[in-house]
């Protein structure tokens, strides 16, 4: 049985001794001469829930990827558990944005892999088909285990990468928008359930999303990139509403509409300057 006890949030502890899971310090990463992401700092504790947000191409996919080790950046280090990204691989799940699904492997064979690949001692096949089945009725695919990415619709292929992500066991979960593709009461219920297994399973979660109300439903702190003309500028807000959250108690708070103001404001704002830096650049133009 996949265990999701039900049982007290541990609140996060937010003093500077707290355990670090993610130290990134002074990233800097860019394609070709293109600079994404400077000098980035940007630490996330053990058991936190980070959202990530930002306009589109600011790096918050290329962030993730960094930090999940499948790129290096050119300037500064990321440590996980204490230990360079470029010495080991970093354990962890991962939701990418693209879904990153084998084709020839059925939605039960995307996961068996991923479970298979985790093990420490062997397991017979049976016994791994059962917990990628238990994986897939959570994510509420359990009428498609047998089903290829090529037959799924993009909601059913973006839920079988998150219950691959979850079966894969790890601490912890980076997620690139794993909710973008789903109607609005399964992700409801799956924000559910991820919230419960932050909570019962003590994962550190470091999710990308463009929705606000999402966003402030799930975080402990939310980091907001800024397209910059030197690369991304981060702002960290922390989220005050108590865990665990009762949605519609929380969307009806005076202090939910307020906080949520302020977030888009910070994003607003970032656009604006970005936009005004923009204006300011063509207007040096040759004045045809
Ligand atoms: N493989 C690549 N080669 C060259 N440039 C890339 C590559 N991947 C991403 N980029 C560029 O890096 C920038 C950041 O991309 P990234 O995917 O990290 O943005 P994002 O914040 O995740 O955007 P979105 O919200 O649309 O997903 C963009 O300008 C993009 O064009
Ligand atoms: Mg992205």
Known sequence: MVQ???GERPLINQSENAKKKIEAKSISFGYEKAEILKEINLDVKAGEFLVLMGPSGCGKSTFLRLLAGLETPTKGEILIDGVSSTVSIPDCGVVFQDYSLFPWLSAEDNIALAIKQKLKEKKKKKEIRQIADEYLQ????????????GQMSGGMKQRAAIAR???????LLL???PFGALDPVTRSNLQDLLLQISRDQNRTIV???????EAIYLADRI????LGTEGAITTSIDVPFQKPRN???????NEFSNFRENVFN??????LKNMEKKETMDSFGDGI
């Open 247 to 253: 949605r519609k108690k929380l969307f009806e708070k």
């Open 207 to 213: 999710f990308v999303t463009h929705d606000v109300d």
């Open 175 to 177: 997620m690139d928008e």
């Open 165 to 171: 992500a979850l079966a894969f066991g790890s601490e």
């Open 223 to 226: 980091v907001i990139f800024t």
């Open 266 to 271: 910070i994003m607003n704002q970032g656009l």
């Open 138 to 149: 959570l994510v509420q695919l359990g009428h498609a285990i047998g089903k290829y990415p």
């Open 4 to 6: 999701l006890v039900r």
